[in-house]
């Protein structure tokens, strides 16, 4: 059974910090690029940030650039997010989402396995 699942979210005052994770079963993580995207009330689901299976690569939407770092772990199946100086309009459900496609993709479409998502809530 395939099964992302995150971990870390909860609630936070602007300018702090969180690390949400995802452990990832059930298939071969290492073939897999791993995206975060985020969801806020209201509103559309958005990319946040992606790794690359292949070599690692990471990318970032330019609202989380220098504030976010993506990092995995094949040996172990997972993928963190450290989140710091985080605002409030970074308040949104969490989600991660795992893409056959070696390299990333920043479109839901292109993502085959999903998590349940993590709730993250910046107060100001």
């Known amino acids: 059974e395939v099964q992302l699942v995150e971990s870390g979210g909860g609630l936070v005052q602007a300018g702090g910090s969180l690390r949400l994770s995802c452990a990832a079963s059930g298939f071969t993580f290492d073939d897999y690029a791993i995206g975060w995207f985020r969801q806020a009330p209201g509103k559309e689901h958005e990319a946040v940030s992606c790794i690359a299976a292949s070599d690692g690569a990471t990318y970032y939407a330019n609202f989380v650039k220098g504030r976010f770092t993506i990092s995995r772990d094949n040996a172990k199946g997972t993928v963190n997010l450290q989140m710091n100086s985080l605002e409030p309009e970074d308040t949104a459900v969490y989600y991660c989402?795992?893409?056959?496609?070696?390299?990333?993709?920043?479109?839901?479409?292109?993502?085959?396995?999903w998590g349940q998502g993590t709730q993250v809530t910046v107060s100001s």
């Open positions: 989402a795992a893409d056959r496609v070696a390299g990333c993709g920043f479109l839901r479409s292109e993502y085959e396995y």
